[in-house]
């Protein structure tokens, strides 16, 4: 198991492509932080987990878009932790089918409060941890949306995701003396519930189908494994072949 003693943590855990990458890092034997904001699906997603890996995985209810609340977290719980090696930014939201002109203030408030700021509140607090323990793994959830600029009438989700691609870039470059990798996956569509309302025809995929949570989970495990020590700054597609 290529993560023993390691101690990840995943944003978004509870469900979808973040259950599936807590899920596969237990497997590899890391210790499991995960945040979600329903408490009822952390609990059932800690209890399924641990089953298969005991005491593998914790779930907490902390929103990543508070800031105060990401802190608070980290001074009561991550000090318990000798050191967290792995971060893995997943946790978004998705907000559909308003033309730029509709989406509010508001609208760019809420999307990029998680979408990006969440991004930043819990990477912030976990440099300094990885400065200390000489290296660690950050992987950020981006989308194929942000990259070909597939989805008409999201502009909020989109720009949110083209700002984690830049800020990957800019952060591994930043944090490659202290032997941190940053890189992001860019999922085309992957069969989850933020994907439920939107009748995807798969023909119009190169592979024939979409990814499930699992296909995204194995490519985060890669980049957080040594076998892709040389690999920083990059995003890795994953979307079957579409718009290459
Ligand atoms: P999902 O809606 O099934 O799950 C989202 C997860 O994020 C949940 O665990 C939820 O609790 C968590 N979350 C949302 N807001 C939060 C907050 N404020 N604080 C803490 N946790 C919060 O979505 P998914 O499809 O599994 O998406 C996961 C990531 O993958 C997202 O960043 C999404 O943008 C990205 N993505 C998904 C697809 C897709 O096709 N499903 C494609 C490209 C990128």
């Given at each position: 198991?290529?993560?023993?003693?390691k101690?990840?943590?995943?944003?978004?855990?509870?469900?979808?492509?973040g259950?599936?990458?807590?899920?596969?890092?237990?497997?590899?034997?890391?210790?499991?932080?995960?945040?979600?904001?329903?408490?009822?699906?952390?609990?059932?997603?800690?209890?399924?987990?641990?089953?298969?890996?005991?005491?593998?995985?914790?779930g907490?209810?902390?929103?990543?878009?508070?800031?105060?609340?990401?802190?608070?977290?980290?001074?009561?719980?991550?000090?318990?932790?000798?050191?967290?090696?792995?971060?893995?930014?997943?946790?978004?939201?998705?907000?559909?089918?308003?033309?730029?002109?509709?989406?509010?203030?508001?609208?760019?408030?809420?999307?990029?409060?998680?979408?990006?700021?969440?991004?930043?509140?819990?990477?912030?607090?976990?440099?300094?941890?990885?400065?200390?323990?000489?290296?660690?793994?950050?992987?950020?959830?981006?989308?194929?949306?942000?990259?070909?600029?597939?989805?008409?009438?999201?502009?909020?989700?989109?720009?949110?995701?083209?700002?984690?691609?830049?800020l990957?870039?800019?952060l591994?470059?930043?944090?490659?003396?202290?032997?941190?990798?940053?890189?992001?996956?860019?999922?085309?569509?992957v069969?989850?519930?933020?994907?439920?309302?939107?009748?995807?025809?798969?023909?119009?995929?190169?592979?024939?189908?979409?990814?499930?949570?699992?296909?995204?989970?194995?490519?985060?495990?890669?980049?957080?494994?040594?076998?892709?020590?040389?690999?920083?700054?990059?995003?890795?597609?994953?979307?079957?072949?579409?718009?290459?």
């Amino acid at each position: 198991m290529s993560l023993s003693g390691k101690t990840a943590l995943v944003s978004g855990g509870n469900r979808g492509i973040g259950r599936a990458i807590v899920e596969r890092l237990a497997r590899e034997g890391s210790k499991v932080l995960f945040l979600g904001r329903n408490e009822r699906e952390n609990r059932q997603v800690e209890a399924e987990i641990n089953r298969l890996y005991p005491d593998a995985v914790r779930g907490f209810a902390v929103d990543v878009a508070d800031e105060a609340a990401v802190n608070d977290w980290f001074a009561a719980v991550a000090e318990q932790y000798d050191s967290l090696d792995i971060l893995v930014n997943n946790a978004g939201i998705c907000q559909l089918s308003k033309s730029f002109t509709e989406v509010s203030d508001a609208d760019w408030a809420a999307t990029l409060g998680v979408n990006l700021y969440g991004v930043i509140h819990l990477t912030r607090q976990i440099i300094p941890r990885m400065k200390n323990a000489h290296g660690g793994k950050i992987v950020h959830v981006a989308s194929l949306a942000a990259e070909v600029g597939g989805i008409a009438t999201a502009a909020d989700y989109v720009g949110s995701k083209a700002a984690v691609i830049g800020l990957t870039k800019s952060l591994a470059r930043e944090l490659a003396p202290y032997q941190i990798n940053v890189n992001a996956v860019a999922p085309g569509f992957v069969r989850t519930q933020m994907t439920e309302a939107m009748a995807v025809d798969e023909s119009i995929i190169p592979l024939g189908r979409m990814a499930e949570p699992e296909d995204i989970a194995s490519a985060v495990y890669f980049l957080v494994s040594e076998e892709s020590r040389c690999i920083t700054g990059t995003t890795l597609d994953i979307n079957g072949g579409l718009f290459m």
